[in-house]
């Protein structure tokens, strides 16, 4: 991780207030975050912090009340509405908590979706679809409507689909809140299989303790602000390799012993 | 921990990779997503049939008439004034009573609101889609294209249907009113003129339907369409 870091993404005194009726809700209080090419990172934190919150602002998916959001040194709200399309269909690749397939289009029809925005022809289409449903391991199913599959094989079409133009960010809300114990084990499995290889900047708001093992940075957050952040080799020491207690497995590929402790 | 530089898509420069959809792309989508509605769509179709079949039947019911008084002459006329028509046989015209205008007046709003409805609900029960297909890139004008499309294509459907219908339903009363004279005498021209007047109404109305449920859909800002779902 010692090598020369590019930011590609970076928040910069962003708050979001949605108001109800004559209430204020500040969602966000003031975020700065500096998130580095190929980094895994988690963003943690109670239900009703603002993880989701900050997820949209981070994808161009809201705006931001204050604030700006810089994407490869590019701030979003400059954008027009092609480029912003542009952002969403090349640069950023999204994973939901509810999978959000289109129910009537096949695994396939979905994960082809986004290469037919960005003008990829129909057949390289169909081949890249196919390759990278394999690759989440789907190989044989894409025919089938996201009905038609279980809930984890549902987010691994998502997965594929997030992959579909080879985006330089994958930002994921909650990607294993809707899924069992090993079934979210192995999207996380999956997304760090593609941070690794693909070398993707892995963004995911998050609950689930299990990902902490394999996230580069744990960005906590509490009540609209950013309560600390914190690295993996501090975070085994603060946290006591918690997510290694529940769910028994290493980080593969951890370039630190990380049995050693008590 | 080897990682190598990430995505191709922050290489390249942005003014050849602009959004797009062919033309030919998005009939083929609104085609499947009618087709996988097959139902819905039905629906929706048949309440432009009724509409357009209606507006066929009035229209194609007076150009009858015309054939008759332009050779029945003056017994046509008073056959035509019994059966309810107001005929001017200096100009050999024939319209509609007062009352019966009113009426295919109202029936026709009451159409529309069928399929404004309709249109309204099937854009409305796919808001989250519509999110999902802006996450994706999508431009509000793909989206508004989409919805477009359909309702052309359901449009041209339950016009060109209901056109039919109601014309040849107009026939068959004529003939039943007015015994098989009234066949011997029809104005073709002016018959192809209604039903296709009828086919276009008919799409308008279609059109028009999906127009402003279509245009705030597209609109919307994704994550507010997504979030619309739960
Ligand atoms: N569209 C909205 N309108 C009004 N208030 C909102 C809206 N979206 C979020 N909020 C509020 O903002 C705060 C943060 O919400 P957010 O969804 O970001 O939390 P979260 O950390 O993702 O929670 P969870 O873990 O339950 O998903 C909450 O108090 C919520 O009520
Ligand atoms: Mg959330």
């Not at chain 2, 219908?165 to 009234?182: D, E, H, K, M, Q």
Request: aromatic residues 6%; hydrophobic residues 45%.
């Amino acid at each position: 991780m010692n090598e020369e870091r590019r930011t590609i993404v970076r928040v910069v005194g962003v708050t979001k207030s949605f108001t109800m009726g004559k209430v204020e809700v500040m969602a966000l209080k003031g975020v700065d975050l500096e998130i580095f090419e190929g980094e895994y990172i988690s963003i943690m934190g109670p239900s009703g912090s603002g993880k989701s919150t900050l997820f949209n602002m981070i994808g161009g998916l809201d705006k931001p009340t204050e604030g700006k959001v810089f994407i490869d040194e590019v701030d979003i709200s400059q954008l027009d509405a092609y480029e912003l399309a542009w952002l969403r269909n090349r640069k950023i690749g999204y994973i939901f908590q509810t999978f959000n397939l289109i129910p009537v289009m096949s695994a396939l029809e979905n994960v082809t979706l986004p290469m037919t925005f960005a003008g990829m022809n129909a057949d390289d289409a169909q081949d890249k679809g196919i390759e990278l449903l394999k690759l989440v391991g789907l190989g044989e199913r894409f025919q089938h409507k996201p009905l038609e599959l279980s809930g984890g094989q549902q987010q691994r079409v998502a997965v594929a689909r997030s992959l579909a133009n080879d985006p330089a960010i994958i930002l994921a809300d909650e990607p294993t809140g809707n899924l069992d114990l090993s079934t979210g084990e192995e999207i996380i499995e999956l997304m760090q299989m593609l941070s690794e290889e693909r070398g993707v900047t892995i963004i995911s708001a998050t609950h689930d303790y299990k990902m902490l093992n394999v996230s580069d940075r744990v960005i906590w957050v509490r009540d609209g602000v950013v309560d600390r952040v914190e690295r993996r080799e501090e975070l085994d020491i603060s946290v006591g390799g918690i997510g290694e207690k529940l769910t028994g497995t290493k980080r593969n590929g951890s370039p630190e012993p990380t049995g050693e402790r008590g | 921990m080897t990682k190598q530089a990430a995505g191709a898509g922050k290489s390249k420069g942005r003014i050849d990779r602009l959004i797009t959809l062919s033309f030919a792309k998005s009939v083929e989508i609104s085609f499947k997503s009618l087709q996988v509605r097959f139902f819905r769509s039905m629906i929706t179709v048949s309440s432009l049939v009724l509409a357009v079949s209606f507006l066929a039947f009035v229209l194609v019911n007076l150009d009858v008439a015309g054939g008759l008084l332009v050779h029945g002459g003056r017994d046509a006329a008073t056959a035509l004034s019994a059966a309810g028509y107001d005929v001017d046989l200096a100009d050999g015209a024939v319209s509609m009573s007062a009352k019966e205008r009113w009426i295919v007046i109202l029936s026709l709003l009451v159409c529309t609101v069928g399929i404004v409805n309709a249109q309204l609900m099937s854009v409305t029960e796919r808001f989250s889609e519509i999110g999902v297909m802006k996450c994706l890139g999508a431009l509000d004008s793909m989206i508004l294209r989409l919805f477009l499309l359909e309702a052309a294509m359901q449009g041209l459907l339950g016009a060109s249907i209901g056109a039919v219908l109601g014309g040849l339903i107009s026939l068959l009363t004529g003939a039943v009113r007015f015994g098989l004279a009234a066949w011997a005498d029809l104005p073709w021209a002016g018959m192809l003129g209604s039903v296709g007047m009828a086919t276009l109404a008919g799409c308008l109305l279609s059109l028009l339907g999906v127009l402003y449920p279509a245009l705030v859909a597209a609109r919307m800002e994704p994550i507010n369409a997504i979030r619309a779902e739960h």
